[in-house]
T-cell receptor, first 113, second 114 residues
Framework: EAGVAQSPRYKIIEKRQSVAFWCNPI?????LYWYQQILGQGPKLLIQ????????DSQLPKDRFSAERLKGVDSTLKIQPAKLEDSAVYLC???????????FGSGTRLTVV | DQQVKQNSPSLSVQEGRISILNCDYT??????FLWYKKYPAEGPTFLIS?????DKNEDGRFTVFLNKSAKHLSLHIVPSQPGDSAVYFC?????????????FGKGTKLSVKP
């Protein structure tokens, strides 16, 4: 079973620029999550999709972050404009309707300078 | 306000000995707890979980203990191996499983010395 694919692996941008991350979950996984992990912290949920609908986006800074999951498969997370404090690893994860735990991708490390 | 706390940022253990990683939580609505292991430059990988209806779950060298009255759980690794060296995250959720928002602790870096 292929894992959760994310790209790019690394991205460096200047503040106020925009950036987008891509995630391809495990085939058949209905639920997709985007987490933000700041250095020294645990991952924090940004948004959760069930198929192509948003289940929870209560912690997504909607003034600058947006995410979509077209056709209930791939997902993109966008930041516009980026701030220095957005420097973090952005993790995508997916899970089945039932089962234990998520499967995480390797993440995208974003550095905002 | 941290709902899931891992108060030890790091732990060093000799190979073959027991590693005990601790986690405390404050939200009494949490009913499902998980441990994830993370190597550098990789995403966290699921290790073991426990439902609040149990007080112990075992999988090979890994055992998780849950003390609901103390709002405390621990992960025991016996015997510890150098390949276990990683950051371990404790996570918790409401609603009985992986469908919910996982709240993570800050992690404990385990170093197992040969």
């Amino acid at each position: 079973e292929a894992g959760v694919a994310q790209s790019p692996r690394y991205k460096i941008i200047e503040k106020r620029q925009s950036v987008a991350f891509w995630c391809n979950p495990i085939s058949g996984h209905a639920t997709l999550y985007w987490y933000q992990q700041i250095l020294g912290q645990g991952p924090k949920l940004l948004i959760q999709f069930q198929n192509n609908g948003v289940v929870d986006d209560s912690q997504l800074p909607k003034d600058r972050f947006s995410a979509e999951r077209l056709k209930g498969v791939d997902s993109t997370l966008k930041i516009q404009p980026a701030k220095l404090e957005d420097s973090a690893v952005y993790l995508c994860a997916s899970s089945r309707e039932t089962g234990e735990g998520y499967t995480f991708g390797s993440g995208t490390r974003l550095t905002v300078v | 306000d941290q709902q899931v706390k891992q108060n030890s940022p790091s732990l060093s253990v000799q190979e073959g000995r027991i590693s005990i990683l601790n986690c405390d939580y404050t939200n009494s609505m949490f009913d499902y707890f998980l441990w994830y292991k993370k190597y550098p430059a990789e995403g966290p990988t699921f290790l073991i979980s426990i439902s609040s209806i149990k007080d112990k779950n075992e999988d090979g060298r890994f055992t998780v203990f849950l003390n609901k009255s103390a709002k405390h759980l621990s992960l025991h690794i016996v015997p510890s191996q150098p390949g276990d060296s990683a950051v371990y995250f404790c996570a918790a959720s409401e609603g009985g499983g992986s469908q919910g928002n996982l709240i993570f602790g800050k992690g404990t870096k385990l170093s197992v010395k040969p």
